[in-house]
């Protein structure tokens, strides 16, 4: 029997929850009577697809199957795919087909020098996540608005685990929950794709399928996000809400960690209220350091 790899079982996964996204009228197929399935079926998609059900089924199992080019095309064709989600199940097949790297990589990841000075010198919100979204440094005005990092452990020094956590977002209170939690978990979906059976991906993946049921609801939508762009509005009780933009750099490695910078419009509202929260966090860590003294 042919043994399973990584990749395939991730990409067996995708091709699943694609499938279950999708209705029959969407693809022009008559639903018939009651179906037992949600989505389309195995042999349905296989049909669109121009391959065998046999074929398709190994593939969503995992089975060690080497999928060409053309029938990737027909898939993605089938399925609706982006192109973001495109080259998601290219790299996740072109990645089965290879034999499992004997040595990875999965060394702490670090900050450079010229980073940490390049965030301390920026007049705007920023902080870099590592691959995994752990928070791996950050500067004044990020501590201002998000809150202090040292009031967690390293260990929960994670966007993906702080957004499931209410003492840090609150679903309820935040507006764009739902839609920020997609976007950091498609960024968690591009890592594991890269590298499935990393420790870090496994450990905060794991913690929060056993926790949180919201959060097996939304990972099992296989949103993939490569770069992330966007825009929320934090509420913040000193100064009200601010409404933000906020957008991913890539830096050096590959993959490597990324810098997340927030900004507000020039002159408006939210840049006065930013101001005025930086202010207020700026003369509470002064007011801070002289008590300790």
């Known amino acids: 029997m042919n043994r399973s790899t990584p990749h395939a079982r991730e990409l067996g996964d995708f091709l699943r929850a694609r499938r279950g996204q999708l209705r029959p009228q969407d693809v022009g197929l008559d639903p018939g009577g009651r179906r037992k399935v949600t989505g389309l079926r195995r042999e349905e998609l296989a049909l669109l697809a121009g391959v065998s059900t046999d074929y398709y089924q190994r593939m969503e199992q995992g089975r060690e199957v080497r999928p060409s080019d053309d029938i990737l095309n027909a898939l993605a064709q089938a399925l609706g795919l982006n192109d973001k989600e495109c080259r998601h199940l290219f790299a996740l097949a072109r990645a089965a087909r290879q034999p499992a790297p004997v040595n990875t990589d999965h060394d702490r990841e670090r900050v450079p020098d010229s980073t940490r000075r390049l965030l301390r010198l920026m007049a705007t919100p920023a902080l870099v996540l590592g691959r995994h979204l752990d928070v791996l440094d950050w500067n004044q005005m990020a501590e201002a608005l998000l809150g202090s990092p040292d009031d967690y452990p390293p260990d929960r020094l994670n966007m993906l685990l702080l957004m499931f956590d209410k003492t840090f977002t609150d679903p309820l209170t935040c507006p764009g929950w739902e839609e920020q939690a997609l976007e950091y ?20 993946i794991g913690e929060l399928s056993i926790r949180s049921a919201e959060f ?64 207020l966090h700026a003369t509470r860590s002064l007011d801070g350091r002289a008590r300790s003294r």
């Open 185 to 204: 978990m498609g960024m968690m979906r591009t890592a594991v794709a890269a590298d499935p059976t990393h420790p870090r991906a496994t450990a905060v």
């Open 216 to 279: 097996r609801r939304l990972w099992a939508r296989h949103n993939v996000r490569e770069a992330v762009s966007g825009s929320k509005t934090l509420r913040v009780p000193q100064v009200g809400d601010i409404d933000l933009t906020w957008d991913t750099y890539p830096l050096p490695g590959n993959p490597g960690p990324v810098m997340l910078v927030f900004t507000v419009e020039p002159n408006s509202a939210d840049a006065d209220r930013l101001q005025i929260l930086t202010s």
